[in-house]
């Protein structure tokens, strides 16, 4: 069974343009959601997010979670072909402290 | 802060062999490592977890007597893919944690296994 879904698979948009990633989850003792940018080798933290409603920002991405609907979405605003990677949202739950992820979603930016 | 190496980067070896990947903590102590297995363009598969001093333990499916994962000290895990076959060919990577309650994870720039 999925457990951490991200939408859409994949994305193509221009350079400048505004794009918003899904991630869904359905885990039983959720804990937290980590949002990862890969490119070319291992994936590098964005966010991690525990709190519903509260928005986390670093440039020009922004995060937030909705614990009631379990959802999390990224948004990256004024895209840049730097942007290009594969986005990973993972879940954390239980006392494991492993995390479970999701299948990504491939940005490219064009020019 | 939080780097995470990992070695070799790349690996090519033939069938029937074994081949050994560290993963170290440059700047800080993991208690808890974890060593994850990538197909291309498919999303990350946690293959273990391994904490320093005890056994790791194991993802379903993943065989523990192919996939020997050692956590010797708080800076250093190593995995150890025996008897390689081709169908092992991926990309690995390992993670670390900092003690504490975070689910934060630091990510080694992983290694391409080629088995031939």
């Known amino acids: 069974e999925d457990k951490v879904v991200q939408s859409p698979l994949s994305l193509v948009v221009h350079e400048g343009d505004t794009v918003t990633l899904n991630c869904s989850y359905e885990?039983?003792?959720?804990?937290?959601l980590l949002w990862y940018k890969q490119e070319k080798k291992a994936p590098t933290f964005l966010f991690m997010l525990?709190?519903?409603?509260i928005e986390k920002k670093s440039g020009r991405l922004s995060s937030i979670l909705d614990k009631k609907e379990l959802f999390s979405i990224l948004n990256i605003t004024a895209t840049q072909t730097g942007d290009s990677a594969i986005y990973l949202c993972a879940v954390g739950e239980g006392t494991a402290s492993k995390l479970t992820f999701g299948t990504g979603t491939r940005l490219q930016v064009t020019l | 802060g939080a780097v995470v190496s990992q070695h070799p980067s790349r690996v090519i070896c033939k069938s029937g062999t074994s081949v050994k990947i560290e993963c170290r903590s440059l700047d800080f102590q993991a208690t808890t490592m974890f060593w994850y297995r990538q197909f291309p363009k498919k999303s990350l598969m946690l293959m273990a977890t391994s904490n320093e001093g005890s056994k790791a333990t194991y993802e379903q499916g993943v065989e523990k007597d192919k996939f020997l994962i050692n956590h010797a000290s708080l800076t250093l895990s190593t995995l150890t893919v025996t008897s390689a076959h081709p169908e092992d060919s991926s990309f690995y990577i390992c993670s670390a944690r900092a003690g504490g309650v975070t689910y934060e994870q630091y990510f080694g720039p992983g290694t391409r296994l080629t088995v031939t």
């Open positions: 885990v039983t003792n959720f804990r937290s």
């Open positions: 525990t709190s519903s409603g």
